[in-house]
Structure formats: C-alpha cells, structure tokens
C-alpha cells in the first residue's frame, strides 16, 4: 500500500530528527536551512500491541507488524510559493504525499538556529500554511480560468467542477484550508482529482523539550496550538524529537529503563505513527498461526475480497468467504474454538466491510 505521511514544517524545526527516530534512516541533518534538499523516504513498522497478543494466544513461527511510508520534506521558507529557497520543489514533493505532518518548535534554546529568530508556533504554522494556500489559489485560478470556458457549453462535468472551484477560492482568499470546507459526496471525487495542498489532512506535532515528556500538555505553546488549528479538526501531539531519536537507538532494557525514568508508558513516536496511520484512513486486520501471525495496512471501508487481494491476487480472485472474529472476542475467549461457541465466529461474504481488528482467515479457489 502505497500511501504515504509527508513530514513538514520550516527549516530546524526537528523535521529531520523526527524521521530519523521514527525510521532510523539516517536521514541528513545540520543547523542551517535546506540541510535536506531531496525527501526522504523510509517505511515504518506501526506498533500494535494487539499484534502480541494474538502470538501469544494462537502462536506462529514469526510475527509481522504492519508497516507504511513517511516522508521527510525537506523545510519551507516564507516565500515559497514564488519559489524563494528551494519552493517549488518543495511544494511539489508534499503534493505527492497523502496526508501531511507538520512539525513547529516549540522549545527554547539559544543553541538552535530558528529560521525566523524567534519561538513562535502559531506564526510557524501560519507560514506554511499561508505558501500551501497561495499555490493553491495560483492553481486554482489557471483551472477555473480553462473550466470556464468549457461550462459554458452543455459539459456537465465542466459544470460541476466549476461549482467546486467556485467554492473553494473565496476560502482560500481568506487564507484558510481546502480541508475546513465540507463537500457532498459528489465534489469529493472532483476536488481529489484537482491535488490541492490544503486539502490533504494535517496532524501537528509540537517538537517539545526532553522536560515535558511525562506531561506534553503542561508544554507552553500546545494548548495555544490546539486553540488555533480547532476549526480543521485537527489533532495536536507532543513529542520531543531529540530524545525519541535517542530512544530509537536504544536497545530493550535501556529503552525501558529511559522510559520509566522519564515517567512515560511508551515512546511519544508510538503516538505519532498511530495517529498518522490514522490520519491516512488506515486500519489494521490480522491472520494468525502457522508460519505467521501478521498484520496487513487496508484502506478504511475496505471490502473483504478487496482485502484477500492484500495478501494475495490469487485470494481476491477466488474469493469464497472470510471467516471472521473480532481482537476483542478473542483476547476475551482465548482460543478460536471459545469464540466459535460463544457465537462470536462469522462467515462473512464479498459484500462484508472490514473492521478494524478483524482477525481472518479467507477461503479461496482458483
């Protein structure tokens, strides 16, 4: 599955260090603008704890995690719709991603270049936000101004997208996000087909100091973070990127032995690629036992021939049945057999949407 999370934000933010925690890739880093020129791309495994569980009830010979893509873009300078620092590459490299990451600072230290001299999230993403917006009005205009022409004429198709555009730019002149507009089911195809920018969803991550680990929510810009990004939705995390790239390079027992110290449960980066597996509309099935347990990426909304075709064409193309039982009644019941005779084992067929959880086994015959 070829979907991908786009990290952004403005140069030495903590973009970088946060790729380089989450994928362990390597990524370059400096303390200075355009230290990363090119994206990087490195895939992620997505932690589940799920996944132990049913090892742990119905063994295999190994076990698989699910993975995705995230991409490091490399940072956005004031002026980069025109093409100031390296913009239009930039701007074209978050076109390709699916969903977008946008990391602000939101830490103090003299020792750390901030791009605009001052610690200032809200302008951070105010910055970005406003370069997205101006490529996405500058597209906007050169397709209305060839969808004009056509609607003019009996092209229904040219008309309904000339309804879309009409929507969307009098939003974006006001300096606000294709995403905070809400679309009929018809415009949704019509704006995916138009790439914009702002319409990609958004998780923000406030890079915060090692001190507030234990209490993210007690940083000082977070809430005001919060307060401003409400009307997208969006959501909000805290993670400090220097100490969760340190934390990656841990083995077990030190990784550990850091956390409690820190009084934390898991490491922040845990967070965050859950929240952007989510944000991409991703869920999680699982097949278990045999040479494996594993756990396979769908798109949510996924039907349960499409997802036989994960695992393998031959499964969507031969696609009997799926038989089915929830992580839930499984970690309650223990084994198939239990979950089997408290009725909680289904069959379901080609029509059945998959359920994040969903423990499978497909029949097939081809």
Sequence with gaps: MALTAGIVGLPNVGKSTLFNAITKAGAEMANYPFATIDPNVGMVEVPDKRLDRIQELIPAKKVVPTTFEFTDIAGIVKGASKGEGLGNKFLENIRQVDAIV??????????ITHVTGKIDPIDDIETINLELGLSDLEAV???????QRAAKGSDKEAKAELAVLEKIKPVLEAG???RT????EDELPIVKGLFLLTSKPVLYVANIAEDDMSDPDGNKYIQSIRDYVKDEGAEVIGVAAASEEEIAEMDDDEKSEFLEMEGVEEPGLNRLIRASYKLLGLETFFTAGGKETRAWTYK?????PQAAGIIHSDFERGFIRAEVMSFEDLDEHETQAAVREAGKL???GKDYVMQDGDVVEFRFNV
């Design 102 to 111: 946008h990391v602000v600072r939101a830490f103090d230290d003299d020792n």
């Design 141 to 147: 205009d050169k397709r209305l101004a060839k969808v």
């Design 176 to 178: 606000k996000g294709v």
């Design 181 to 184: 507009i809400d679309f009929s």
């Design 300 to 304: 949510k909304g996924t039907k349960a």
């Design 346 to 348: 289904r069959l379901e």
